[in-house]
C-alpha cells in the first residue's frame, strides 16, 4: 500500500505497528557438545558459525529495511498531522513533542489523541490571549 498524507491517520498507523521487526539468529554455541568436544564436534561447530554469519548478514539488512520502513511512515505520521494542523510551524513542532512526549508509550494512535487535545488547548489560549485586557 502506498501511503501519502491523503490517506487517513488510522491507515498509517496500521502501517507502523504492522511493520514486522525482523528476527535475529541464534548463535551456536560449543557448550552444547559437553566438556571435551571431539573434532568432528568442532568441524560441525565452524559449519554451524558459517551458517550463523550468513543468516547474520540477512537480518542486518533486514532490519536496515525495517528500520528505514519506519522512518519513513512516522515521517508521513507527523506530515500528516501538520497537513491537517491549524498551528504555525513552529507551534505545531511544540504541540507535537509534547503530545509525542506523553503518548508515545500507548502508541502512535494516543499520540494522534495527545495532539488533537493539546491543538484545541493551543488554540483556545491563543485565542483567549487575543481578547485579555491587562
Do not use: C, W
Request: no cysteine; glycine share 2%; proline share 4%.
Amino acid at each position: 500500500m502506498n501511503l501519502t498524507t491523503e490517506s487517513s491517520i488510522d491507515e498509517i498507523v496500521n502501517a507502523i505497528n504492522n511493520v514486522s521487526y525482523p528476527s535475529r539468529p541464534t548463535k551456536p554455541s560449543l557448550s552444547a557438545y559437553g566438556k571435551n568436544p571431539t573434532p568432528d564436534a568442532f568441524r560441525h561447530h565452524a559449519s554451524l558459525l558459517e551458517a550463523y554469519e550468513r543468516e547474520e548478514e540477512v537480518y542486518k539488512a533486514k532490519k536496515a529495511e525495517y528500520t528505514a520502513e519506519v522512518n519513513r511512515l512516522q515521517a508521513l505520521f507527523v506530515d500528516k498531522l501538520r497537513v491537517e494542523s491549524v498551528l504555525s510551524p513552529s507551534m505545531f513542532d511544540i504541540v507535537y513533542s509534547k503530545a509525542y512526549e506523553d503518548g508515545h508509550s500507548g502508541g502512535y494512535h494516543e499520540v494522534a489523541s495527545k495532539f488533537d487535545e493539546l491543538e484545541s488547548f493551543a488554540m483556545q489560549i491563543l485565542k483567549d490571549a487575543v481578547t485579555v485586557k491587562r
